[in-house]
Structures are given as C-alpha cells and as structure tokens.
C-alpha cells in the first residue's frame, strides 16, 4: 500500500444479489472465549473463530501476557506460560473487548492492568457496573485516566443486579466468578447468543453454570479448569446484515452455516417489509423481487431477543429504500446514529429527533459518492446503501468494516455485488492499487 493511503471499498450499485454465504463464527463470542483460555494452564482449541482483525488483536495480546495463540480459524491457546497481568496499552486500546480481560486476568492472577477500552465511538460505553460487580466479588480497584488496576487476595461470589443487562459486564463477572469462592448469582443478564456461547465454553472446561440464556445466571466456582475444544457460534450479527442487504437490493440469498433462531424478530420485520423468508435447520433465505415495494416498518432496538442495536444502521439503511416514513429508535447506545450523515451525503432522508430517534423518509434515491465509515456497523449499512445507489461509491477507512466481519468485499462478490477492495490516497482522494 503507498504511504499515505487507506483501505476502501468501492462499490457500484445496482447488481441483485443472488446465491449462497457461508456466515463466519461471532466476533462478540470468539473475544471473550478468547479471554477464557486465561483461566486454564491447559490449550483451549476454538474453530470457527473469524478471520478479522480484533480477533487477531485479542491473539496478539494474549501472546505478550506470556502465553501462545496458534492458527486462524482454528486457533489453539495455552496460556500455561502467562505470568504478566498488564495489558499492553498499545493493543489494548484498539477494541472495546479488552475490558474482558479485567475479569480473566482477576480469575486467574488476582490482578489485573488493563487500559481503558477503546472500540467504536458510539455512546459513553460506560463500565461502571461491571467494576461494581468485581467489587463485591472482593476486588479492590482503582481508574485513573488511562487504566483500571485491580487486585483481589480472594475472590468469592456474591448477588450481582446490573441496572441493565450489560453484554460485555455479564461477561466480565462469568469469567471472574467461575473460578471465585462460592456463589455468584447474576440479575439481569445479558441473554445475547454470544453470551450464551461463553456460558458453554466455561462449562466444556469444567465450570459449573445454571440458568445459561436467562436473565438470572448462577455460577458455583470450581478451584481448576481445564482445556476444551470448542466451535464458535455462528455470527447472527454477520448474517443479519446479509440479510438486510438482499431485502435492498432484491435478490435471493440463502445464509448457510447460520443460526435464524437468533434472528426472530430481523426476520420478522424483514417479512413485514415485504420480503421472503424462509427458515431450515442451520440456514435461512431472504428474498424480495424487485418490483415487490418494501414497506415502512418502525423499529426500536433491545437487548436480545430485542432487535439488535448492531443491525439497527443496516435496517436504516434498508428503509431508506421503503414507501413512507419509519421511526427508528435506538435504546442501548447513547450515540449510535453516526451513519446518518454519511447516508443523507449518498441522499437519504433522514432526521434525528434527539438522542433515540430518527426518522427515515423513504425511498430515496441514493447516488453513489464518497463517504467515511465511522465504526464497524455503520460501514455495514453504507455497503447496503452502495449496493442500491445510481453509480459507484467510495467507503473510506474500510478497517472498521475488517475489525468485525471476515472477507465482507469477497462474501458480497460471490453473490453479484460489484464490490472491490481498493486503496485511496488520504491527501487527495485519489484511487490507489486494488488489493485482495
Ligand atoms: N452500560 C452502562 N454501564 C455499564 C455497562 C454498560 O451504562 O457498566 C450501558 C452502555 O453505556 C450502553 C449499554 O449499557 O449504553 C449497553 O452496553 P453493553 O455493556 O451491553 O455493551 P458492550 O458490552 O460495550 C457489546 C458488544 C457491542 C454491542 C453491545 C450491545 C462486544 C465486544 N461488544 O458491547 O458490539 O453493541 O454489546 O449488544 O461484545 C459491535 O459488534 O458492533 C458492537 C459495538
């Protein structure tokens, strides 16, 4: 790549996507199952592991705590030789996943460095509730303004109530309490596929946990675990955004090696819409003709089983292309509405009302332009939009776009998008070299 330049992605709109994805294994579970290998001196084996860049970060980084992590895709960790507990900053601040590494690190040393989380910019992404639940569990932990320091001579259970089901604070507190004293019982948890997936990775390395994918979780600490093979969950994050990108452009796509139970109410609203689903044992089809019109349909987001706030961009993305007015609400980030500049730049009509709503006023007609991506979701729906615009779009900052979905410009190919990885010079906007 020249100096100067930046991952892209170009795009022209227009083609119907039509064939077959085989949908990758969940980032949001492959990280914290990452973390997990924390807990053991025996290999942790994970298939089904996405080929995206934060997964290779979590890799890089459980490497400097001392220990090895082999292969992609099937990546094999031992962490037997892990002596440090600081977190390097540099790669820490690259995602918000790191905050796991809080939890691991007291599960398995009794103290943790880890620097503040970065990740997407897309609310305050606070963190309070996981550190009052380590707390309780006997932590003592001090913030400055670049890391949180945690020690605990011992760890024990306790009864942790989250305000509201924190995904990544659930998580935390599993990974802390499988190896504590006693009982941890858990209010309110997060009850995401991801988070379940965790639960079984614990449980295959000899953790005892009840309740797994309801909103009281209960955890018996055990005094070792051990090593474990495991498959990482399939990604209904990945295969929503295929599907919501098909019910735009029209088309007939089938999301094999997918799990459609995790996406009841995506494919709801997608049928409301005016497209077809249909559902199989590990794979759906999503289809629309193009001259069916999508309707309107308002959406607010949950946690899960609600409608998943990292699909709420894409779904905006598709009413743009709807006959009327839709209310979009989004509840679980404070300021997750970034992409609206860069899709009204491609001439959607969009007003944000406050913090939590937008309104979309469909079908626009979008033209192809160049615009930035500003986090991993967002870049998602601006590919929805690039695929339904008059003539070629340039995605800035495509990275954001690689952290969370593996090989997105090749999946989308394979189906007849007219989609390429290029390189744009920063200074001038011009277009470099093509790479693949
Ligand atoms: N919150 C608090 N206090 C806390 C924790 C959270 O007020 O102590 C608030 C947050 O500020 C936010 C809401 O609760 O408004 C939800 O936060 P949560 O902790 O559930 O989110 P997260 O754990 O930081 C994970 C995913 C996100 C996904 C959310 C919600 C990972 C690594 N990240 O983040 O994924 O949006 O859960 O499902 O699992 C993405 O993949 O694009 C992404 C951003």
Same mark, same amino acid.
């Given at each position: ?104 690190? &007291? ?23 996981? &550190? ?134 995506? &494919? ?25 019109? &999508?309707?309107?349909n308002d959406m607010s987001t949950w ?15 598709l009413m743009t292309q709807a006959d ?43 033209r192809g332009t160049q615009v930035a ?64």
């Amino acid at each position: 790549m020249p100096a100067k330049s930046q991952p892209a992605l170009r795009i022209t709109g227009g083609a119907q996507l039509t064939g077959s994805i085989c949908i990758s294994g969940s980032k949001n579970a492959a990280l914290p199952e990452m973390a997990a290998a924390l807990l053991t001196e025996e290999t942790i084996t994970l298939s089904n592991v996405p080929k995206v860049s934060d997964a290779a970060v979590m890799g890089e980084i459980l490497t400097r705590l001392g220990g090895s992590s082999e292969g992609s895709g099937t990546v094999a960790l031992n962490m037997a030789g892990a002596q440090n507990s600081e977190v390097p900053d540099d790669l820490g601040r690259r995602m918000r996943a790191t905050i796991l590494l809080l939890g691991a690190l &007291l599960g398995r040393f009794h103290k943790a460095h880890v620097p503040r989380p970065g990740g997407d910019d897309i609310g305050a992404r606070r963190i309070e509730q996981h &550190l009052r639940g380590l707390a309780q569990m006997g932590a003592r932990i001090t913030e400055t303004e670049t890391e949180i320091i945690a020690h605990a001579e011992r760890l024990h259970g306790d009864r942790i109530v989250f305000d509201l089901p924190t995904v990544t604070g659930t998580e935390n507190i599993l990974l802390a309490a499988v190896l504590a004293e006693g009982r941890t019982e858990i209010f309110n948890a997060a009850r995401e596929p991801h988070v379940q997936d965790l639960c079984r990775l614990l449980v295959k390395m000899g953790a005892r946990i009840d309740g797994i994918g309801t909103e009281r979780v209960v955890v018996d600490g055990v005094t070792r675990l051990g090593g474990a093979e495991h498959t990482v969950i399939a990604d209904y994050l990945e295969a929503g955004t295929y599907a919501l990108a098909v019910a735009a452009t029209g088309g007939e796509l089938r999301l094999d090696c997918s799990r459609p139970e995790d996406l009841n109410l995506v &494919l709801l609203k997608l049928e409301q819409a005016g497209a077809h689903v249909e559902v199989g044992d590990g794979w759906f089809s999503v289809g629309r003709r193009p001259d069916t019109r &999508l309707r309107p349909n308002d959406m607010s987001t949950w946690t899960f089983p609600g409608f998943p706030t990292d699909l709420q961009a894409q779904y905006m993305a598709l009413m743009t292309q709807a006959d009327g007015e839709t209310v979009i609400s989004e509840y679980v980030h404070e300021n997750r509405f970034q992409h609206v500049t860069q899709l009204a730049k491609m001439g959607a009509g969009i007003t944000v009302e406050g913090r939590i709503h937008a309104v979309v006023h469909g079908p626009a007609r979008l033209r192809g332009t160049q615009v930035a991506i500003p986090d991993i979701r967002s870049g998602a729906a601006l590919v929805i939009a690039a695929l339904c615009a008059e003539g070629t779009s340039v995605l800035r900052n495509s990275w954001h776009v690689e952290r969370g979905y593996e090989d997105m410009a090749g999946k989308l190919k394979s189906v007849g998008a007219r989609i390429e990885s290029v390189t744009v010079d920063q200074a001038s906007g011009a277009f470099g070299h093509t790479y693949e």
